[in-house]
T-cell receptor, first 113, second 113 residues
Framework: GQQLNQSPQSMFIQEGEDVSMNCTSS?????WLWYKQDPGEGPVLLIA?????ELTSNGRLTAQFGITRKDSFLNISASIPSDVGIYFC?????????????FGKGTRLHILP | DAGVTQSPTHLIKTRGQQVTLRCSPK?????VSWYQQALGQGPQFIFQ???????QRGNFPDRFSGHQFPNYSSELNVNALLLGDSALYLC????????????FGDGTRLSIL
């Protein structure tokens, strides 16, 4: 099935470092979403972006909707142990609210002790 | 306010069997989408139900079918199970009346022996 190109696939960082991950697509999306998934749980929405160029923050998280509408990035500042998990980008093209979400393969964030 | 609930949490089946997974949407939501998440991958869209009808379908065979009930809850049925059907099956709900991103349940882990 169709998926977004998400990178990096995994990251190993020290606690306190900043993190950056991104997502690209050959298709235009009207909405970009960033989710976090912990083991044994479903994805939890972190940030939703609805307009090209939009920059949105949620605490230590910041995400941007690319001007071309084909990409998005997520930054995490001053990482803490509970940031460990898998981060997914997702694109949506809601047409009359009946379109599906397309997910990237995820970025696995590891924090070294 | 209960979120999206799925049952069972885990299930073990053998090849050729049939399985039914259940989902109750978040209170106030009327649309249910089902996703398959293979190990190490992002969720893949299976289909979406609204007003008790399948509105959109991803690239999944007819062995995958569903149903939505008048109370908006939904079932996912898979017939003639294959080893490759082993995955986490996620349900997500949303509302047609207000545009908000989908909320996910914690999924059903299906293992095929």
């Amino acid at each position: 099935g169709q998926q977004l190109n998400q990178s990096p696939q995994s990251m190993f960082i020290q606690e306190g470092e900043d993190v950056s991950m991104n997502c690209t697509s050959s298709s235009i999306f009207n909405t970009w979403l960033w989710y976090k998934q912990d083991p044994g749980e479903g994805p939890v929405l972190l940030i939703a972006l609805y307009k090209a160029g939009e920059l949105t923050s949620n605490g230590r998280l910041t995400a941007q909707f690319g001007i071309t509408r084909k990409d998005s990035f997520l930054n995490i500042s001053a990482s803490i142990p509970s940031d460990v998990g898998i981060y997914f980008c997702a694109g949506e093209r809601p047409m009359n609210r009946d379109d599906k979400i397309i997910f990237g393969k995820g970025t696995r964030l590891h924090i070294l002790p | 306010d209960a979120g999206v609930t799925q049952s069972p949490t885990h299930l073990i089946k053998t090849r050729g069997q049939q399985v039914t997974l259940r989902c109750s949407p978040k209170s106030g939501h009327d649309t249910v989408s089902w996703y398959q998440q293979a190990l190490g991958q992002g969720p893949q869209f299976i289909f979406q139900y609204y007003e008790e009808e399948e509105r959109q379908r991803g690239n999944f065979p007819d062995r995958f079918s569903g149903h939505q009930f008048p109370n908006y809850s939904s079932e996912l049925n898979v017939n003639a199970l294959l080893l490759g059907d082993s995955a986490l099956y996620l349900c997500a709900s949303s509302s047609q009346n207000t545009y908000q991103p989908q909320h996910f349940g914690d999924g059903t882990r299906l293992s095929i022996l």
